[in-house]
């Protein structure tokens, strides 16, 4: 059964005293030493969990780096957590460097993966997302409405990139569809936005009929015709044109079939 905790006086001494920032503790070397040869998995836990408690208020002054970018500070927090948690496991104290020198790194990559990977409304390529910001930094300098030519320019970007970084600077973060539409607009944006038209259907129906029923004689055009447009029932049909009941249901079944195996057929003719 292996030891929670063995004394840390069992290890080498750990390296000379340096100078700290106020969020860097004191007295965890000997840990990183205790972590990096421990075997025991319980100790290993034990270790790592010190460690991540010790050095969690130099995560989270990162994570307030970038706080002013749309994003809540809790999840700042967590993603920085998250990525003290993966320095902690990942660092070598045998290399002779500094656990921060290490962990900041570690931590700042994780936070801007989450802003390029997790933050946007939509998906947007890295290549657009890395031109988004050389084109934001060019317009912040000489305004928003610089000439694509002068931003490229500036960014050595070609204008394609550039109008696709420009297009990207409104995309971060999606619109309400409550929002208003703009100045002098009355109503929201869901107002301008197209719906489906169920009649778009219809069209498509009847012109993909309209030959084979042009085609039919002249008493089995008049039935649909009494039928489907006039909404005649059968009966008032017989009526009209002097024959059974009967015989006009058997004439309705029997034209129907056949435009429509006709209509179906259609795509192998052409």
């Not at 070609?158 to 929002?179: C, E, F, I, P």
């Not at 100045?183 to 009929?209: K, S, Y």
């Not at 005649?232 to 029997?254: P, Y």
């Amino acid at each position: 059964m292996c030891s929670t905790l063995p004394p840390p006086g069992a290890h080498a001494a750990p390296p000379a005293r340096r100078t700290r920032r106020h969020d860097e503790p004191d007295g965890t070397d000997a840990l990183f030493l205790r972590l990096h040869s421990a075997r025991c998995p319980r100790e290993r836990h034990d270790l790592s969990e010190r460690l991540v408690l010790a050095w969690l208020p130099m995560a989270e002054r990162l994570a307030r780096r970038y706080r002013d970018r749309g994003e809540s500070l809790d999840d700042l927090r967590q993603v920085a957590a998250l990525g003290l948690v993966k320095a902690v496991h990942r660092f070598d104290p045998g290399q002779g460097k500094a656990f921060a020198t290490y962990a900041v790194p570690t931590i700042d990559g994780e936070l801007k993966r989450h802003f390029r990977d997790c933050s946007w409304s939509v998906h947007v390529p890295r290549g657009v997302q890395e031109a988004r910001a050389k084109v934001r930094a060019v317009c912040q300098e000489i305004g928003d409405r610089a000439p694509v030519e002068v931003i490229a320019e500036r960014t050595g970007l070609s204008h394609d990139d550039v109008r696709a970084g420009l297009g990207a600077l409104q995309g971060y973060a999606a619109l309400s569809l409550d929002a208003p539409l703009g100045p002098g607009a009355d109503g929201v944006l869901e107002d301008a936005l197209g719906r489906e038209d169920d009649a778009f259907q219809t069209v498509v129906d009847r012109e993909a009929v309209r030959p084979e029923v042009t085609a039919l004689p002249p008493r089995e055009r008049r039935i649909l015709f009494m039928r489907f447009f006039q909404d005649m029932k059968q009966a008032e049909i017989a009526d009209a044109l002097g024959i059974s009941q009967m015989h006009v249901s058997r004439l309705l079944s029997t034209t129907c079939e056949q435009v429509r195996r006709a209509v179906a057929e259609e795509p192998a003719r052409v």
